[in-house]
């Protein structure tokens, strides 16, 4: 006999979780509908990037006259429209706005949130149909409710996060979204529009074998970083051992495929970009409260990259990411060579 399968959506699931916590208002879960809607709608717009040649570029006009939105431009717009007019979240800050934005009514002023995101990581590759991202960390503002939310309800050291997420556009749309409860990975099953749950209690293995670095900036890193990219090169299948490079510039790709093998991603400062080049608040940040979350560890090369305290939304951070035991053989490099 024809069996159906039983999947739980993400709605089930936050629903789900909400019955643990009978305190609970359900904004952080409302606020998760509204995020998982704006992606989906990304996600439909990123599938059809393949198709503006005979649409129209980026930026131009289609065969309609219609201007052609940048997708980093289209998702920022979508996430924020849908955000504002939801009521669950008093303001955003994004990537592809210099200042934050807050909503300044009644109902927003009113809500307990603030989000921050990076609307799509990665978009350098759009062109080359490579996997790209959309990042996304939640905070509970500490500026008094009632009152438009101010710079320091976005400013708070990732420690004091209540949740984050990515969602990768891939070979499949996936949603990993994780609580202090732990890291859950939804797949969208396109032909329904649902994240269904397809990876329960993420857990990143201790031990991984992927090693995750721009080899283009070798000479400009640390001699701390190169000692320990040396190790790696030493451990790698060419001389027999388990080790193996990968690196796709997208960095959601990448720390995705390293929480679900095992591995370590890392963006270094180098010595022209001493801080290198991905944002603490909404790439860093998030990307560590979920491998962290996972059983992993994240850190600029000196602290937890969760225990720094942010100067600026824009602000730059080096970044080491991934399974532990890899984390622990690059904490003792990067001392042992000062
Ligand atoms: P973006 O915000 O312009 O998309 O840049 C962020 C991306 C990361 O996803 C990726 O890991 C990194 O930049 C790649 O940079 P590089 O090409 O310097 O290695």
């Given at each position: ?30 606020l998760l509908?509204s995020i ?43 996430l924020i429209?849908?955000l504002?007019?939801s009521?669950y979240c008093a303001g955003v800050g994004s ?5 934050i934005v807050?909503f ?7 809500s307990?949130y603030v989000l921050l995101m ?18 996304f960390s939640i905070f ?9 939310v101010?710079?320091?309800d976005f ?7 209540v949740a984050a997420g ?116 909404y790439?860093?940040?998030p ?52």
């Amino acid at each position: 006999m024809y069996q159906v399968r039983k999947v739980m959506t993400l709605d089930e699931f936050t629903i789900q979780e909400l019955r643990n916590f009978p305190q609970a208002t359900g904004e952080l879960s409302g606020l998760l509908r509204s995020i998982g809607l704006a992606c989906k709608r990304i996600n439909a717009e990123v599938n059809r990037a393949g198709l503006v040649d005979i649409l129209g570029a980026l930026g131009t006009e289609n065969v309609q006259g219609e201007e052609v939105q940048k997708l980093d431009d289209f998702a920022n717009k979508t996430l924020i429209d849908l955000l504002n007019h939801s009521i669950y979240c008093a303001g955003v800050g994004s990537e592809e706005n210099d200042d934050i934005v807050v909503f300044d009514d009644e109902l927003s002023n009113n809500s307990k949130y603030v989000l921050l995101m990076d609307p799509l990581d990665g978009s350098g590759n759009i062109d080359v149909n490579v996997s790209i991202g959309t990042i996304f960390s939640i905070f509970k503002r500490i500026s008094p409710m009632g009152q438009p939310v101010t710079m320091e309800d976005f400013l708070q050291p990732g420690n004091r996060m209540v949740a984050a997420g990515y969602v990768i556009y891939g070979s499949s749309t996936m949603l990993v979204y994780a609580t202090r409860r732990g890291v859950n990975g939804f797949t969208l099953d396109p032909s329904v529009g649902e994240f269904c749950l397809s990876h329960p209690n993420m857990q990143c293995p201790p031990h991984g074998r992927f090693y995750s670095a721009n080899y283009g900036n070798f000479g400009k890193y640390s001699p701390g970083v190169q000692n320990y990219l040396k190790r790696c090169e030493t451990k790698s299948a060419e001389n027999g051992g388990p080790y193996t490079e990968r690196y796709i510039g997208s960095m959601v790709a990448d720390i995705h495929r390293n929480l679900i093998k095992g591995g370590i991603f890392m963006y270094p400062g180098t010595t022209d970009r001493p801080n290198g080049k991905l944002r603490l608040l909404y790439e860093c940040n998030p990307l560590a409260f979920i491998v962290q979350l996972a059983g992993g560890m994240a850190t600029n090369g000196v602290q937890p990259i969760l225990d720094i305290q942010p100067s600026s939304l824009h602000q730059r951070m080096p970044l080491f990411i991934g399974s532990r035991d890899m984390m622990e053989e690059l904490a003792e490099c990067l001392q042992e060579h000062g």
